[in-house]
């Protein structure tokens, strides 16, 4: 199994951080360069809005094949939709720039549990979770809600749903079932979080940090970010 395999970030100039996420990726999971091809959005806001390219020469370090965007504006929703749009390959792995993997994962796994169970996509984990006989036997348990955080999906799904996101709400809250065109897709897929390879925590958020130490916040349900002024 060697199938092309797109890698969506969405994106800030944190240029460590970036750089963990990265290398994380690459060392645990992403190992072959040639199968992959990285699609990075990387909005106007971060620690020096003057080295953006910068940012993108991080990304350049990791993956041969890049796809960037330089919007004038930030904005969560516009840049997870300008991601999945521009994808061609049959499984997407969606990777925000502010997670670290902890462990090696086998990403041909998790295609053939795509596969094989029929899901949509398939997530790991960010917290432990205990074992059950399902997940003991499958390696997977199935989840109902759909999430932002470093998630394998299928390249088709991701191509449908982009357009009929609205750029008014969050992109995650937006991947629910609901009474809307996207929510009736939504309502026919299954979904599941990736236990094959450990029941811990795989993955580590190391946005929440620096957006603590750091003058900028998230507002307006997570859409947007703001500049806290200096005291």
């Known amino acids: 199994m060697n199938e092309k395999i797109d890698i969506c970030t969405t994106a800030t100039i944190r240029h460590h951080i970036l750089d963990q996420t990265l290398n994380s990726f690459t060392k645990h999971m992403l190992h072959d360069k040639s199968r992959y091809r990285l699609i990075i959005n990387i909005d106007p806001i971060g620690e020096k809005l003057k080295r953006r390219a910068s940012e993108l020469n991080i990304a350049k370090k990791y993956f041969d094949d890049v796809i960037f965007n330089f919007p004038e504006k930030p904005g969560f929703t516009k840049a997870v939709q300008w991601c999945w749009s521009q994808t061609t390959s049959p499984y997407i792995l969606h990777l925000e720039d502010d997670w670290k993997l902890l462990q090696n994962i086998n990403i041909d796994f998790m295609i053939e549990m795509l596969e094989q169970y029929k899901l949509t996509s398939l997530r790991l984990s960010k917290e432990k979770i205990g074992r059950s006989k399902h997940s003991n036997k499958f390696g997977f348990i199935y989840w109902p809600k759909i999430s932002l955080n470093p998630t394998l999906f299928r390249g088709d799904f991701v191509r449908r749903v982009a357009p009929l996101m609205h750029m ?61 002024p200096k005291k």
């Open 168 to 228: 008014s709400q969050n992109p995650e809250k937006q991947l629910r079932p609901t009474n809307t065109e996207l929510g009736k897709v939504i309502s026919k897929t299954q979904h599941g979080i990736y236990m094959k390879e450990g029941t811990g925590m795989i993955v580590l958020d190391i946005g929440r940090q620096w957006m603590n130490k750091s003058r900028f916040r998230k507002k307006t349900g997570f859409l947007h970010w703001e500049v806290i």
